[in-house]
């Protein structure tokens, strides 16, 4: 699929049938290709145990199927209904604070109920036994957001019993436990498996490596939860691409793993949703307040079509002002086309727009869709009918793999929360600021994770690789590629210990570094870090005191160890000895750049550019016009060489 198809999310359920063939038509009429439905169904179809009403959901694919539509089912497994709750209350997740979260809203069950695994897959074989060779249906959607509301974690007694099975299976005896836990620190040893309780309500912090394996072992339980769907969706369900809608922004669970067992990797852009929560500066968020980042699309797009090998969707796409956020503002007119050919432009091979008629009652009132809820067109139903009519005027492209990677590991991220060592320590968003800064330099980016090929990049970047195994680092040197190491990387094992060589551990050949000491400094330190050519840039956070005999390219201005290494480079990595932020950060990307024979390019703050097979996009996410540089001559498919406010540009390349 190299053309962009578009979607909508769809509720029948919540209408009067009578509307129904007259939104598919106007589905149709709007461009639309996909339909989304039934993930929050399983109360409605099945209201009691064993009493199925299915023909309201068969005239509905009947109708869409018939209009020209393609359905993508969904099972129902995120919400389910009272009378399962009620027959097993042991089902419900239970929040770090031991309170048990309770049936009114959705995702109120625990990845670890064992009872709960085999009444999903129950409901999923009925869905997939009744719609699995409906010739209407064409792909699956597995349960929805998995950490949504907080719930891949859950402090149940499902899941401390499940810990404990982990645990013995990973460990096979309770000495190998305790040496690797370190139980000798505090004297907190166990003589049983059965002894161990979960890392939540305790006086202190928990033990680190007990954290990070209860991460680890959470994560397990979405992956045999979704794998158990993906089975039965391929048995009964042949042939058709199955996905699930992963959040934007959330780390909480292996993506990488679980990706693994999906055709198509899917998930749910909220770029204004998502905006004010972010770490931008007050002014960052003011002038982007009705853009969102520009980096936001990007980022994620890039994330998951890497994880899905080139196959990656939207499944909902933010239409205007959400209903969940802390405030929420309408986007600009034009955002929507952009934020679609942006995910486009990032490889996106479908967009699906949340949802098709704003919801009149329940809790998602304020929420906008396509339609208002007496069924006149929003703003975004404008855009997308805008976007539908372009796409005829762009022939077929691929993306291309990028010459630069960035590593995105998910246990280092745990890690790094687990053990902070600095209160305001950025962790996952140094990876964001990373990538923004590269593309801001106009590079187009691929990830990567611990398992991934990493033959054939130039450039590799690890800006927050806490965990480095044995087998990464024997990748990463295999690879030939330049690197780009930030700090903490191999800082910790696998087992979250010290390596016996110092940090960066398994690194230290690549990177002619070990790390004395660290510490993290408050923003009233005003320390800097001189470069070679004099220029300095303020910093605080994060900071390492190193021994190498690399060549050293800036140091510390400080009152501590004034002098000492703060940007080392050996014949094939560059160490960053501090977390760089800002300007100083990307000059530091800029030199690691030049030094991997990259050449950076430079435009408007608030112009993006990127490049879909032999098309080139750029993005304006500005309020004023902007020139896009370097395209006389150009053929311009879509727009011009001027960019306008909120607007798109698409030319050929050759």
């Not at 690797?180 to 309780?197: P, R």
């Not at 899905?308 to 309408?330: C, F, H, T, Y």
């Not at 630069?404 to 902070?420: C, E, H, K, N, T």
């Not at 295999?478 to 398994?506: C, D, F, Y």
Request: glycine content about 8%; proline content about 5%; some cysteine.
């Amino acid at each position: 699929m190299s053309k962009l198809e578009l979607g909508v999310c769809y509720y029948p359920e919540q209408w009067d049938p009578s509307l129904w063939r007259e939104d598919a038509q106007r589905m149709v009429d709007m461009g639309i290709d996909w339909v989304r439905i039934a993930e929050f169904t399983w109360g409605l179809i099945e209201p009691k145990r064993g009493a199925f009403h299915w023909d309201w959901l068969d005239e509905v694919i009947d109708i869409l199927g018939a209009t020209g539509l393609q359905v993508m089912m969904s099972t129902p497994t995120a919400a389910p209904p009272k009378w399962l709750i009620d027959a097993h209350p042991e089902i419900l997740p239970v929040g770090p604070d031991g309170r048990v979260r309770g049936y009114g809203s959705r995702r109120h069950y625990c990845f670890s109920s064992t009872v709960y695994l085999e009444k999903a897959k129950r409901i999923a074989t009925e869905y997939a036994r009744r719609y699995g060779q409906n010739p209407y249906v064409k792909a699956w959607q597995i349960d929805n957001e998995y950490n949504d509301h907080d719930t891949v974690l859950s402090y149940s007694e499902a899941a401390r019993d499940g810990f404990r099975l982990w645990l013995a299976e990973k460990y096979g005896t309770i000495e190998a436990l305790n040496d690797t836990w370190g139980a000798a620190f505090w004297g907190l040893s166990y003589t049983s498996f059965d002894q161990i309780e979960l890392p939540n309500g305790l006086v202190a912090m928990a033990n680190p490596t007990q954290s990070l394996d209860f991460a680890q072992y959470s994560s397990d339980r979405v992956k045999l939860f979704n794998r158990a769907q993906v089975e039965i969706l391929r048995k009964h369900s042949p042939g058709r691409d199955i996905t699930h809608n992963f959040m934007a922004g959330s780390f909480e669970f292996d993506h990488h793993d679980v990706a693994k067992d999906l055709d198509i990797i899917g998930f749910d852009s909220y770029p204004l949703g998502n905006l004010l929560g972010s770490t931008l500066t007050d002014a960052e968020k003011r002038h982007y307040l009705r853009t969102g980042a520009p980096d936001y699309q990007g980022f994620h797009c890039d994330l998951y079509r890497s994880q899905g090998d080139g196959r990656m969707w939207i499944l909902e796409q933010q239409p205007g002002p959400v209903d969940w956020a802390e405030k929420n503002p309408s986007p600009a007119d034009g955002m929507v086309r952009l934020w679609t050919w942006a995910a486009y432009a990032h490889g996106a091979q479908a967009v699906m727009f949340f949802r098709w008629r704003q919801a009149k009652y329940a809790q998602e009132q304020f929420h906008t869709a396509l339609l208002r809820s007496d069924g006149s067109p929003d703003q975004a139903a404008l855009e997308v009918a805008q976007v539908a009519r372009e796409r005829a005027l762009l022939p077929d492209a691929t993306r291309r793999k990028a010459r630069v990677a960035v590593m995105l590991d998910y246990q280092s991220i745990w890690a790094a929360d687990i053990l902070p060592h600095d209160d305001a320590f950025p962790n996952a968003q140094i990876v964001r600021e990373w990538y923004a800064e590269l593309r801001a330099l106009g590079m187009d980016l691929d990830f990567v994770g611990p398992d991934s090929d990493l033959a054939g990049y130039t450039l590799i970047v690890l800006p927050q690789n806490m965990i480095v195994t044995a087998a990464l680092a024997t990748s990463l040197r295999e690879s030939g590629a330049k690197l780009l190491i930030g700090a903490r990387s191999g800082s910790k094992t696998a087992q979250m210990h010290t390596p016996h060589n110092l940090a960066p551990g398994v690194l230290a050949d690549l990177a002619a570094v070990r790390v004395l000491r660290v510490e993290s400094l408050p923003d009233l330190a005003e320390e800097s870090v001189r470069l070679k050519d004099g220029t300095a840039f303020g910093f605080s956070g994060w900071r390492e005191v190193i021994e190498t005999d690399a060549e050293v390219l800036a140091t510390f201005a400080s009152d501590y160890r004034d002098g000492s290494a703060a940007v080392v480079r050996s014949d094939r990595a560059t160490y960053v000895a501090m977390v760089p932020r800002g300007a100083l950060l990307r000059a530091i990307l800029k030199d690691a750049l030049d030094w991997a024979g990259l050449i950076p390019t430079s435009c408007h703050a608030d112009l993006r550019i990127t490049q879909r097979g032999d098309l080139a996009f750029a993005f304006n996410f500005g309020r004023e016009p902007i020139s896009v540089p370097d395209t006389a001559g150009r053929p311009f498919l879509i727009g011009t060489s001027t960019v306008p406010a909120y607007g798109v540009a698409v030319w050929r390349i050759l």
